[in-house]
């Protein structure tokens, strides 16, 4: 059974930093990619950064220079450092999880980032 945990998210004042960590068990030795997407409140949810077990790296426009997406394979967690934020960037982020080739999506249950003097 793949589970996803995220965590790391708070509060933070406008121009710092954070660094979310999505926990990944179960999800065995095939391909996959992990994605971090985000929903600010009344919006949708958005893309905002993925990896793939090959380590390639994908970011949303607005995010580039800001955050770095990464993997730690030894303990499968992957890490979203977030920097230089905005109140723009206040959402819950959520990390999810596909195999290669599949259509299932598992997802996490989010963590919540406040950008706020």
């Known amino acids: 059974q793949v589970q996803l945990v995220e965590s790391g998210g708070g509060l933070v004042q406008p121009g710092g930093s954070l660094r979310l960590s999505c926990a990944a068990s179960?999800?065995?030795?095939?391909?996959?990619?992990i994605t971090w997407v985000r929903q600010a409140p009344g919006k949708e949810r958005e893309f905002v950064a993925k990896?793939?077990?090959?380590?390639?790296?994908t970011y949303a426009d607005f995010v580039k220079g800001r955050f770095t997406i990464s993997e730690d394979d030894a303990v499968t967690t992957v890490y979203l450092q977030m920097n230089n934020l905005s109140s723009n960037d206040t959402a819950v982020y959520y990390c999810?999880?596909?195999?290669?080739?599949?259509?299932?999506?598992?997802r996490g249950q989010g963590t919540q980032v406040t950008v706020s003097s």
């Open positions: 179960g999800l065995g030795r095939g391909a996959y990619s």
């Open positions: 990896i793939t077990s090959d380590q390639e790296t």
């Open positions: 999810n999880a596909q195999h290669k080739g599949y259509a299932y999506v598992y």
